[in-house]
């Protein structure tokens, strides 16, 4: 079976950084599309930062562009993504995913509150 455990959400002030993590187990992230996903109170999920594959395109959401970057540990199998200068928009849980084609497998998420 596939887990996903998301980890490093927190409470930070504006301006604050947090570095979130997702440990993979069963599915190798290296040969695969993950990406992160953030849901806040009342509104649609929204994907944020996502690989394609190993050296293909990335995505950054506008609303994260030049804030935000997500990365990975292959050997680690583990998603990160590096939050810089959040904002208290930036509130929402946060949501790991890979898969392939297709996000299959999902992460229960981890909470950040910027207040």
């Known amino acids: 079976q596939v887990q996903l455990v998301a980890s490093g959400g927190g409470s930070v002030q504006p301006g604050g950084s947090l570095r979130l993590a997702c440990e993979v187990s069963?599915?190798?992230?290296?040969?695969?599309?993950v990406g992160w996903f953030r849901q806040a109170a009342g509104k649609e999920r929204e994907r944020i930062a996502s690989?394609?594959?190993?050296?293909?395109?990335?995505f950054a959401a506008d609303s994260v562009k030049g804030r935000f970057t997500i990365s990975r540990d292959n050997a680690k199998n583990t998603l990160f993504l590096q939050m810089n200068t959040l904002q208290t928009e930036d509130t929402a849980a946060y949501h790991c995913?890979?898969?392939?084609?297709?996000?299959?497998?999902w992460g229960q998420g981890t909470q950040v509150t910027v207040s």
């Open positions: 069963g599915f190798p992230i290296d040969r695969s599309c």
């Open positions: 995913a890979t898969g392939w084609p297709d996000f299959d497998y």
């Open positions: 690989i394609y594959r190993p050296g293909g395109n990335t």
